[in-house]
């Protein structure tokens, strides 16, 4: 169930979910209107990496053309550590 609600699409199948023993005049729950965020959420949460992605990319360019040491975050030290062993 979880892979298609995040299509756009898919929240239209999640109307007669949401709305199914409402009366006309009722509004609809607040849950309904949260389906209809989640893919914009989805590609928000992937755009914002993706542009952290290229910053930091960035920045390891141009420090390296500065000269500067530079280390990755996740396996910088580990990395370090391991070429100075050999």
């Not at 199948?13 to 989805?42: N, R």
């Not at 390891?60 to 580990?78: E, S, T, W």
Request: proline share 6%; charged share 10%.
């Amino acid at each position: 169930m979880g892979c298609y609600m995040c299509s756009f699409f898919g929240n239209f199948l999640a109307i007669p979910l949401f709305a199914g023993g409402a009366e006309s005049g009722d509004a609809p729950p607040p849950l309904f209107f949260v389906t209809f965020l989640l893919p914009f959420v989805v590609m928000g949460a992937f755009f914002l990496g993706w542009f952290l992605w290229i910053v930091y990319g960035l920045v390891a360019a141009v420090l390296a053309l500065q000269g500067k040491d530079f280390r990755y975050f996740i396996i910088g030290n580990r990395l370090h550590s391991y070429l100075e062993a050999k």
